[in-house]
C-alpha cells in the first residue's frame, strides 16, 4: 500500500490544522492507522492511532484533548484534526498503517508508511 500525507503548513499557536493521508489499495479497510512526528535530531514520536473500523483510538498525552484521529474507509483516507496548536508541536508528521488492523504506539508495529508532511507552528 502507498500513503500520501498532506495538509502541512504554517500556522500561528492556536490554530488549526487538518492533515490527511491518502491509501491506494483495496485493503485499507482492514489496517489500523497512525500519525507519528518527528523533529531534526530526535527519534519519531508516536501521536494518535486509530484501528481499522475506527472503534480505538488512542493519544499521546501531549495531544490528548486538542488532536483528533479519524477515518473513512470508503474513501481510504484517515485525517488528523489538530486544534490549539502549540509551538511544540511543529515536526513533519508522518502516517503509517499496520496490517494487523488494531494499531499501535510503536512505530515498530508499523509495515507502510507516508512520506510526511511539515506542520510550522509560530508564535
Known amino acids: 500500500v502507498q500513503l500520501q500525507a498532506s495538509g502541512g503548513g504554517l500556522v500561528q499557536a492556536g490554530g488549526s490544522l487538518r492533515l490527511s493521508c491518502a491509501a491506494s489499495?483495496?485493503?485499507?479497510?482492514?489496517?489500523?492507522m497512525g500519525w507519528f512526528r518527528q523533529t531534526p535530531g530526535k527519534e519519531r514520536e508516536f501521536v494518535a492511532t486509530?484501528?481499522?473500523?475506527?472503534?480505538?483510538?488512542y493519544y499521546a498525552d501531549s495531544v490528548k484533548g486538542r488532536f483528533t484521529i479519524s477515518r473513512d474507509n470508503g474513501k481510504n483516507t484517515v485525517y488528523l484534526q489538530m486544534n490549539n496548536l502549540r509551538n511544540e508541536d511543529t515536526a513533519v508528521y508522518y502516517c503509517?498503517?499496520?496490517?494487523?488492523?488494531?494499531?499501535?504506539?510503536?512505530?515498530?508495529?508499523?509495515?507502510?508508511w507516508g512520506q510526511g508532511t511539515l506542520v510550522t507552528v509560530s508564535s
Open positions: 486509530i484501528s481499522w473500523n475506527g472503534g480505538r483510538t
Open positions: 503509517a498503517a499496520d496490517r494487523g488492523g488494531g494499531g499501535s504506539s510503536w512505530y515498530v508495529g508499523y509495515d507502510y
Open positions: 489499495g483495496r485493503a485499507f479497510g482492514n489496517y489500523g
